[in-house]
Nanobody
Framework: VQLQAYGGGLVQPGGSLRLSCAAS????????MSWYRQAPGKQRELVAA???????VYTDSVKGRFTISKDNAKNTVYLQMNSLKPEDTAVYYC???????????????WGQGTQVTVSS
């Protein structure tokens, strides 16, 4: 099982970006998919998460600006980021709790990270 993240880049303050993360491999079930971020000199923090049933949570600093969504058929999670601020600059990582086929257990998987830079 692998997670592949896409969509980072450089954007001006107030702009938008959409991140995508696709899970591939022999997957039996996906439980929770999340986005984390890590800014230079700071700890990695949870940005948003979405359960298999569609329930979502967001960190306070992105509420009303970011939207997490998913496509169950494609095992893909998205993060629509609007009204971006310089403080959103970070490496963004996707994360998922996945039960591989032929396994009885869920495991936690991480994508490779994608850089988001908000600057004028």
């Amino acid at each position: 099982v692998q997670l592949q993240a896409y969509g980072g880049g450089l954007v001006q303050p107030g702009g938008s970006l959409r991140l995508s993360c696709a899970a591939s491999g022999t997957i039996f079930s996906v439980r929770v998919m999340s986005w984390y971020r890590q800014a230079p000199g700071k700890q990695r923090e949870l940005v948003a998460a979405i359960t298999s049933g569609g329930s979502t949570v967001y960190t306070d600093s992105v509420k009303g600006r970011f939207t997490i969504s998913k496509d169950n058929a494609k095992n893909t999670v998205y993060l629509q980021m609007n009204s971006l601020k310089p403080e959103d600059t970070a490496v963004y990582y996707c994360n998922a709790d996945i039960r591989p086929e032929f396994s009885m257990r869920f495991g936690t998987y991480w994508g490779q990270g994608t850089q988001v830079t908000v600057s004028s």
